[in-house]
């Protein structure tokens, strides 16, 4: 990434960063909104967001109306990590370097802690979106709330973990740990690059290659887990390394090996960049995007 | 309720039976989808799907428009119930005389199932209400997806379970009672009558009545509640009964007494048909619900 698009890149998280703090403001009972807040903004890559913001902009000239649904789309994915680390999911002490959020609140704030975030992206989609004539029409933005709920629910997200959960110490199919990392992954990388391709109000031809730019990357932001899983430490990764060996998950490596894995990573990212190349969606950023996850650390 | 009424009410509550089963298919992966159909299925008076059909059929003249976002509220309702059963929350065994979600199914699919549904009542109501010319117009369709998120989240509905549980085994004062009660109970029947006003494209003046009503049905209702924990058997309740006192909860009965909260439910009662009636709402069965409450007994 050159200094340049290091700066457009660091820009977009800032603005998310300073959008989400403002969207969720501390009221009663506080300790909820806290505990929302704690993961929420506990930093990461926020690389959904970017894809939305980055998305509407190449493809309408601006990126302001999709700062609600940006930041939506990553409440949404602090939800789904904040449930998964529940004791009765993936039981994990850290992410991001930090405890998790049921270490810290106890187990039924986060449980509802994440329930609370899986409403308020919505709202927060439905109430910070400038709508109406001259902006973003009401039938689009109807549009925008049925990617973003079907991509959260037992269609997609939510698919990917009970289908992960049930593998756990199973042998199981190439196509199965496909529709894993397809659902778990893959529909929120899908559902940040939709989300900004419909409030740009673009073409079917568009929003299709943005939609299999998303199918690569997520892909290849997947299988770049199961590596990290294998070749990281607990301070590079945030969170407990070595996880997938010791519950007896299939992953990539299991089928590809380490080498071959980091291959398909590398090929997954360049035909990302292509798709794009090929139907005339000029983004540094977008490229940028895929070609950081090859270089992935955490 | 005489016969006519009973008629008139089982046959909604026929059809919000008949459309959540429909709306809710079994599809891969199938246990998360059966987890979905135990609990929502389960029986139960689904007062709150009636609330907002009714509204919105004393107030337009039709209550087909409103179908999905009844299921909808029904569904909501489960989700809480669901999470609310969990080892680490109230830890019951039995709801509505059935073993709980969680008993049956399993913790992890337990807490997804209520995340599914959280994201699948919206998308229900996006997906099967009838929007656009001389239908629900999108704008109106926006509104009801506000009310619902906003009394789903943390400032409605969660608001009311964390400081719930944050009372447990503490002596808390007549406010606190009242917000819990406001917002864990109250909410969603506030949310079922508004909803339903919205969809029929009320004005503010009756919008304003059936939201007191809600009020103090709701209030009713939770009081009931309260009563019922004391004066029931298991086999009455479909839950376990006793449960306040043996978790040192502070209930209306512990300010009020037995009597005078029975006085107090049937004066709600008698308020909110009053308020009805004020304002030219004519509804025989947004009365029949007011008086079945005091006729609860689970």
New interface residues.
């Given amino acids: 990434m050159n200094d340049d698009i290091k700066k457009q890149f660091e820009e977009y998280k800032k603005l998310v960063e300073k959008k989400l703090d403002e969207f969720i403001p501390i009221?009663?009972?506080e300790?909820?909104?806290e505990s929302?807040r704690y993961s929420v903004l506990a930093g990461g890559k926020r690389l959904r967001p970017i894809l939305t913001l980055e998305t509407c902009k190449v493809l309408s000239g601006s990126y302001e109306k999709a700062i609600p649904t940006a930041c939506a789309i990553e409440m949404l994915h602090s939800?789904s990590l904040i449930?998964d680390d529940?004791?009765?999911?993936d039981n994990d002490d850290y992410r991001r370097g930090k405890l998790t959020n049921h270490k810290v609140f106890?187990?039924?704030?986060a449980?509802?802690?994440?329930?609370?975030l899986?409403?308020?992206a919505?709202?927060i989609i439905?109430?910070k979106t400038k709508?109406g004539e001259n902006e973003v029409?009401?039938?689009t933005?109807?549009k925008v709330?049925?990617e973003?709920?079907?991509a959260?629910?037992?269609?997609k997200l939510?698919?990917g973990?009970?289908?992960d959960?049930?593998s756990e110490g199973k042998q199981i199919s190439k196509e199965t740990l496909k529709f894993i990392h397809e659902n778990k992954t893959g529909a929120l990388f899908k559902l940040s690059v939709r989300a900004g391709a419909i409030l740009a109000e673009t073409d079917e031809e568009k929003l299709n290659a943005v939609t299999k730019y998303a199918e690569k990357i997520g892909l290849a932001f997947q299988i770049m887990d199961d590596i990290l899983d294998v070749t990281s430490t607990l301070e590079e990764l945030g969170k407990t390394p070595g996880k997938d060996e010791k519950e007896g998950k299939v992953t990539y490596i299991s089928f590809y090996g380490l080498e071959e894995s980091k291959k398909q990573v590398s090929s997954l990212c360049t035909e990302a960049c292509d798709i794009l190349e090929k139907h005339g969606i000029k983004s540094d950023i977008l490229k940028a995007v895929a070609n950081s996850i090859k270089e992935r650390v955490n």
Same sequence: chains 1, 2.
Avoid: N, R
């Fill in positions: 009221q009663y009972p300790k909820i909104w929302m939800q449930h529940l004791p009765c999911m106890g187990e039924s704030t449980v509802l802690a994440g329930d609370a899986l409403s308020f919505p709202q439905i109430q709508c029409k009401y039938e933005l109807l709330l049925e973003f709920t079907v959260a629910g037992a269609e939510i698919a973990q009970v289908v959960i049930d």
